[in-house]
């Protein structure tokens, strides 16, 4: 969670709840980064204070900088931007991961180029695979999972 440099105060040593009531960026209904707000929120039943709106990482990390309001932004994003031309702060106190699932049908996972996937993933997320259900072979449980 990143929070405009200025809101320093405002964003570190704070919980979720704390900076559920600051204003925040939203984003489409369908996207990963609302249901991840949404389903960290909903839980302590609230729902943060959306003042502005992004369809884009770079445009959420744009409005932050201006000084409008929170957001959300991958690690690997923020990572591209040296700290001293970071206009952002990052909260101190709080986390999101979020859960990678790569489906496929349990006739098809020995296929080459699906193991290929799996292994890759494996090697570079740790990912843990995920005991299929036997019964249901079109089933779109997650075969592998892994959380960044």
Do not use: N
Request: contains cysteine; charged residues 25%; glycine residues 4%.
């Amino acid at each position: 969670m990143i929070a405009p440099a200025e809101w320093r105060d405002k964003a570190l040593g704070k919980d979720w709840s704390d900076l559920a009531s600051l204003p925040w960026v939203a984003t489409p209904p369908g996207s990963a980064h609302r249901r991840l707000i949404d389903d960290l929120f909903r839980p302590l039943g609230i729902l943060p204070k959306r003042i502005a709106f992004a369809d884009q990482e770079e445009a959420m990390i744009d409005l932050v900088e201006a000084g409008d309001c929170l957001g959300l932004a991958r690690d690997a994003v923020l990572e591209q931007r040296p700290p001293g031309e970071r206009k952002f702060v990052i909260a101190d106190q709080v986390i999101l991961t979020c859960d990678l699932g790569f489906v496929c049908l349990t006739s098809r996972r020995y296929e080459p180029a699906i193991a290929y996937a799996f292994a890759a993933m494996q090697a570079v997320w740790d990912a843990r695979p995920v005991q299929p259900m036997p019964e249901r072979e079109t089933s779109e449980t997650p075969l592998m999972t892994a959380s960044k």
